[in-house]
């Protein structure tokens, strides 16, 4: 797990707005020092040597991650096998 900036505030349009202080894609995910994914960037924005990035939410409660630290992880998070749902 890679720290790559900190969650400045939210923007009006509910999108999260992060100080980047290394380089990350688009479609990338963020997530808490936990490693929980809390966010996807969608954008871009800013100048090239500080940039920042516009992200999508992926919590309900993402005000109490302002002012925090965020990371990507490098490695795949590991998905639940849902073959366990049933039809009717």
């Not at 992926?58 to 990371?71: D, E, F, S």
């Amino acid at each position: 797990m890679q720290e790559i900036g900190e969650i400045m505030h939210l923007a009006s349009s509910g999108r999260v707005i992060i100080k980047l202080t290394r380089p990350l894609d688009e479609g990338d995910y963020v997530c808490d020092d936990s490693g929980r994914k809390i966010g996807k960037v969608t954008e871009l924005i800013g100048p090239v040597s500080a940039p920042f990035a516009s992200a999508i939410s992926l919590t309900n409660n993402i005000r109490k991650y302002v002012g925090a630290k965020v990371y990507f992880l490098d490695e795949p998070v590991i998905k639940r096998n849902k073959s366990r749902r049933h039809r009717r």
